[in-house]
Structures are given as structure tokens and as C-alpha cells.
């Protein structure tokens, strides 16, 4: 018998500050890597983007883009510069053409350490160990903040929706949040300095845009699971304390925060605690805490978002359930919604298996639906620094991840 899936609640509109979400699924930021020399969209980044307009998701977040070239995560990133301002916008337009119901939130990163050495330059609050990098002056902190402004100024001139602030998975937004951040500086020490940046970053944001309607959130990791990380107790434990996550979904809140998108983890140190694969999948039901947690502090206006679903599938999976005919991604992103555990369900890596999901899902195609098998493919081209796609629905990725295996062999990574 074909599976069936319960939508009610997955299927409701929701009033994200004055816009309207079709429905309560968001495609969550996947950076691909696909960019063009210049940090334009290239022709594989519109062509994804395209599939997911067409895939029907309330929300589509434009995976992080870089506020600076300079500083940056992947060879490919999409950049934020008045460099880019033209293709912005006409991609912008392409994609609304497409489908005007969806809300578009950019992503807006730094990637700060987790800047790639071989192209950029690596910069850091305090050096993590197994991290180098540059010591972030204050003054240059500023200038990122600076930096920031400006990327939300051409978001909104290029047709953008609103923007999704990255303050989580390790990059600048977190570092300079984390306890281990102590450093005797305007940014480090006290919470007080190190929720500085994100809270006058966001300040000034705001200020900066011209339209009342114009959409800020951020996404946020409420424990990154390593001593000093976010949500850690203290520069040196590993003990969980979501006192000051909490407080900064408070501050941003105050600051004009209209969502907040929960995740947790840092990839490059604890990677399946961000994104829960199959060998530890376990880690999806912290995340149903952590959002729980984020949903009780905030107004209910503030709608929250929950990240880490791909890992429960059609029910496939190794988690243990009180029904396991029940275990599945719909299920419980309709069963969260329902129990005030969230407001929607963000959508990473099934996103990229299946960029219709979202209508397949709503509109009862429920067999079409292809399920994300965590391979962690995605995840290997990303950190092979190539172009990202599926290897398991998509046949030019199945071929290229054959490619690239045979050049660099197999990768072992992290993923605790
Ligand atoms: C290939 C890949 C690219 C990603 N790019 C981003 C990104 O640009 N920004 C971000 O905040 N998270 C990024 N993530 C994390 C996802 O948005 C999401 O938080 C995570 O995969 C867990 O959700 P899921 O279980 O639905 O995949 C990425 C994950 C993968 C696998």
C-alpha cells in the first residue's frame, strides 16, 4: 500500500512579520558551491533554485552568502557585494517569475576560521585549536559589521524578501557568541561584548532598510557540543547551559527578529549533531528540545523554525519510536507544528534529494517523493570544495561524485 502521510498542520499558512508563508515548509540554506568566478549565480545555482521555486515551500532560504570575498568558506560561495548587484536581482526576478508566493530569506554569512586558507583569508575571534587564523581586530569587527549593512541594503534593492543573520555552524556569527571567546576585547569576555556584534549587527541592519516589511530572522546554533562552543556553560566545558542562546533569541527578538531558525552543531567539529545522519540520527530529537526550548521564550508572533528533519525519512531509518510506522519526516514536522514544538519544518538535505518535496508532500504525491538517503555525498563534494548536488536522484551528480572519488579517494570525516 502506497504511504500516506498526515499535512494539516504542515499545509497552514503562517504570517512571518506581515508576509504570508503558504505553508509552513522552508527549504533551509544549502550552500552548493556553484557560483560563478565573481560570486554571481551561476548556471547550476539557478537551476537548483529554480526547482525549489517550483517545489512550492513557504519559505526558500538562499543558502549563506558571503558578505565578503576576502574571508570565505567555499571557492564558489555566492557573494553580497555591489559586484553581484545586477545578477542578484535579475535572479531574483527569474525565480519570483516562477513562483511569487514563496518568501525568499537570504542567507547572510562571514565565515571568519572557517574561511578557506587556500583562497582567503582565515580570521578568528580566538584561535580554536586545530583552527589558525588572523586575530580579528576590533576595528576590522566593525568593518564587518559595516560589511553586513551593506549586504542587506542590496538584498532588499535586489528583491529580496528579508534575511536569515547566520549566527550558527561555527562561522563568524558564532564564534564571537561562544564562551570560548574570552579574549580581553569589545567582543570577547562578558556576554555583554561577545553578543555585541550580533545584536549592533542586527540593530543596524534594521535601520537600514527602507521597506516596513522587509523580513529578519537568523539561524542559530543553540548547542554547538564541544567545551566553548554555544550553549556551552563556560570557555572550557562541554556542559549544556541554553541560558545564553536563549537570551540572544530574546535580544534579537527585541531587536526586530521576526523568525528564528533553530539548529545546533558546528559541522566541521561535531557534524551529525547538525546535521543527523545514519550513523548517529539520534541527535534529531535534540534538536526537538532545542526548538521546544527556543518556542517557549519567544512572543507568539515570532515564528520558529526547526532544523535537522531529513534524518527521519518514510520512516526508514534506525530511530527508535513509540510507532515506528509513525517515525517519518512528515509525521513529526505535522506532529511538532500541532504540539507548539514549532512554528515550521526547514527541509536541508531532502531539499537537495528532491527539490519538489514540499508539493509532492502537500498535494498527496506521496509515492513520487524521492527520500534523502543521508549518504553524506552532499556533504563530500561540499568539503571537496566541488560543486554540490545529489549523487543517489541526480544523474550528473551520481557521475561527478564517481569523478571525484576516483581523484581523491574516499573521504573519512568527523561526525561526531
Ligand atoms: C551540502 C550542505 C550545505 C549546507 N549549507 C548550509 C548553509 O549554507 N547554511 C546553513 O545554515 N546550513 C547549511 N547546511 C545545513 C542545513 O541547512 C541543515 O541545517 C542541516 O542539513 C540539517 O537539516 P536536514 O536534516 O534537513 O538536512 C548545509 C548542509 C549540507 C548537507
Known amino acids: 500500500m502506497t504511504q500516506q502521510f ?173 564562551p570560548y571567546n574570552d579574549r580581553d576585547w569589545k567582543f570577547g569576555g562578558s556576554w555583554e561584548n561577545r553578543s555585541r556584534f550580533a545584536f549592533q549587527t542586527l540593530e543596524r541592519m534594521v535601520d537600514a532598510v527602507s521597506d516596513p516589511d522587509f523580513i529578519f530572522g537568523s539561524k542559530i546554533s543553540l548547542w554547538e557540543g564541544f567545551p566553548g562552543g554555544q550553549g556551552s556553560a563556560g570557555p572550557d566545558t562541554a556542559v549544556m547551559d541554553l541560558e545564553e542562546p536563549l537570551k540572544l533569541v530574546k535580544g534579537l527578538e527585541e531587536r526586530g527578529a521576526d523568525f528564528i531558525l533553530e539548529s545546533a552543531g558546528s559541522p566541521s567539529i561535531t557534524l551529525a549533531l547538525a546535521h543527523p545522519d545514519h550513523r548517529i540520527p539520534k541527535d534529531v530529537y535534540m534538536h526537538h528540545t532545542f526548538q521546544q526550548r527556543v518556542s517557549e521564550v519567544v512572543k507568539p508572533e515570532t515564528v520558529v523554525m526547526g532544523s535537522g528533519y531529513s534524518a527521519f525519512r518514510d520512516g526508514d531509518n534506525d530511530l527508535q519510536a513509540v510507532k515506528k510506522e509513525e517515525n517519518t519526516l512528515p509525521y513529526w514536522g505535522n506532529k511538532n507544528i500541532e504540539d507548539g514544538v514549532v512554528d515550521m519544518v526547514a527541509i536541508g538535505r531532502q531539499s537537495l534529494a528532491d527539490p519538489h518535496f514540499p508539493k509532492k508532500l502537500l498535494n498527496g504525491d506521496h509515492e513520487d517523493i524521492n527520500w534523502c538517503t543521508l549518504c553524506d555525498s552532499c556533504i563530500e563534494f561540499l568539503i571537496r570544495q566541488q560543486n554540490v548536488g545529489c549523487a543517489v536522484h541526480d544523474e550528473e551528480y551520481s557521475q561527478a561524485f564517481q569523478n571525484m572519488r576516483e581523484e581523491f579517494g574516499k573521504l573519512s570525516f568527523k561526525r561526531t
Open 6 to 178: 498526515r499535512i494539516d498542520q504542515l499545509e497552514q499558512p503562517i504570517e512571518i512579520g506581515s508576509k504570508e508563508a503558504k505553508n509552513r515548509l522552508v527549504i533551509n540554506a544549502m550552500e552548493c558551491n556553484d557560483a560563478d568566478e565573481r560570486g554571481n549565480p551561476g548556471p547550476k545555482t539557478k537551476r537548483r533554485y529554480k526547482n525549489l521555486f517550483e517545489g512550492e515551500a513557504g519559505v526558500v532560504v538562499l543558502e549563506a552568502v558571503t558578505v565578503t570575498y576576502e574571508s570565505r568558506g567555499r571557492k564558489n560561495q555566492l557573494s553580497i557585494l555591489p559586484r553581484n548587484k545586477e545578477a542578484l536581482k535579475q535572479f531574483t526576478k527569474e525565480l519570483k517569475e516562477i513562483n511569487d508566493d514563496v518568501i525568499f530569506l537570504w542567507q547572510l554569512t562571514h565565515a571568519g576560521e572557517l574561511s578557506h586558507p587556500d583562497f582567503s583569508r582565515r580570521v578568528t575571534p580566538k584561535q580554536l585549536p586545530g583552527f589558525e587564523g588572523d586575530l580579528l581586530t576590533e576595528e576590522e569587527v566593525h568593518d564587518i559589521m559595516d560589511q553586513f549593512v551593506e549586504a542587506v541594503q542590496i538584498a532588499e534593492e535586489c528583491g529580496a524578501d528579508g534575511v536569515d543573520f547566520k549566527l550558527c555552524h561555527g562561522y563568524l556569527g558564532s564564534q564571537l557568541l561562544r
